[in-house]
């Protein structure tokens, strides 16, 4: 019988060992391929303005490591304060057009973190740990803003979503006011366009082999790519071209994104183009409604995604949402 025991105990050990060994083979040789340049995603950048973008800035996080940070600051004392966070692939630089605009504005300072892994702050690409990303809002909020008040958050697309998810956590207190601008849910949303796989392309397999490892897996293989961008080759070194487990888990709302909209209880505002590429407008609002039946729903016409924050109507129907009391 004790044999018996010992050879099924044995039969489980290599049988777990093969089945991690084979998890790990699939997780080492499925990297995401990149797929072609987006034209929608990128023309909008390059005709766009950047001779009057504000010098870099930095502060220190709790980790030591110095991110990176531009401020767009009114010149009278600001009654309001505003952070921005950008979108999947980018840096701060990709909201300059809106930054801009809204400093134009009376009384308000306009603040733009290079989220870590992306511009100048940290390995591009690359978080250490799942959470990070909140970690470091809550020490630029100390370091920079400090005791401020009327604050509000504007994330765009990805940073639209990562905006929910830190609305729905437990530091969500430190802004009065959230705006997601054509947030990006979830892959599987049904706010989502099938098109939205001409941006980005994950490895599936890779995600799924590191999901079924658990922490373990996010230990050994979280700094592995599982997502690439149809970014412009010319544009590569300003772009985050692919981005590792730990950055794709925690840039973005959680998984169960129904709980970050549950739990979120500060005034949150949603605008969408009309016209959004990756997106489905009208479904912002369903999805919505069943946890968040107070949140501001604008779709503005004759917009599209990255126009949302580049073109004169999107910048002034955001900047009119910012300003409402």
């Not at 083979?25 to 929608?40: D, G, H």
């Not at 733009?112 to 390995?123: E, F, I, M």
């Not at 630029?140 to 609305?167: E, N, P, Q, Y």
């Not at 949150?268 to 949140?295: C, N, R, S, T, W």
């Amino acid at each position: 019988m004790k044999k018996r025991l010992m050879r099924v105990l044995l039969v489980s050990v290599i049988t777990a060992l093969i089945f991690i060994f084979a998890l790990a083979a699939i997780i080492k040789c499925s990297p995401p391929v990149q797929p072609a340049p987006l034209e929608s995603v990128i023309a909008p950048f390059q005709s766009m303005d950047f001779s009057q973008l504000p010098p870099l800035r930095s502060f220190v996080a709790r980790d030591g490591e110095k991110l990176a940070y531009q401020a767009y600051l009114s010149s009278a004392p600001a009654a309001k304060t505003v952070v921005l966070i950008h979108g999947s692939s980018g840096s701060g630089t990709m909201m300059h057009a809106l930054a801009g605009y809204l400093r134009e504005q009376e009384r308000v300072d306009v603040y733009v973190p290079d989220v870590r892994g992306h511009g100048q702050s940290g390995k591009r690409g690359d978080i250490a740990y799942i959470g990070q990303l909140e970690d470091d809002l809550e020490d630029f909020i100390h370091a920079v803003l400090k005791d401020r008040a009327d604050l509000t958050l504007v994330g765009f697309s990805s940073g639209g979503g990562f905006a929910l998810r830190f609305a729905a956590s437990d530091r969500q207190n430190y802004f009065d006011r959230y705006i997601l601008l054509a947030p990006f849910i979830r892959y599987d949303a049904p706010t989502t366009r099938p098109e939205n796989n001409k941006w980005v392309n994950a490895s599936v397999p890779r995600i799924i082999g590191i999901s079924l490892l658990g922490p373990i897996g996010e230990k050994y293989f979280g700094h592995l790519p599982v997502l690439a961008f149809g970014v412009d080759s010319q544009n590569v070194q300003h772009q985050t071209s692919v981005y590792s487990y730990r950055l794709w888990k925690n840039f973005g709302a959680h998984h169960n994104y129904k709980a970050d909209l549950k739990n979120a209880l500060k005034p949150i505002a949603v605008m969408v183009g009309y016209d959004d590429e990756l997106f489905y407008p009208q479904k912002f609002l369903p999805v919505f409604a069943e946890e968040q039946p107070h949140a501001e729903i604008t779709i503005v016409p004759n917009v599209g995604h990255i126009s949302m924050i580049t073109d004169k109507t999107g910048l002034a129907a955001i900047s009119e949402n910012i300003f409402i009391d």
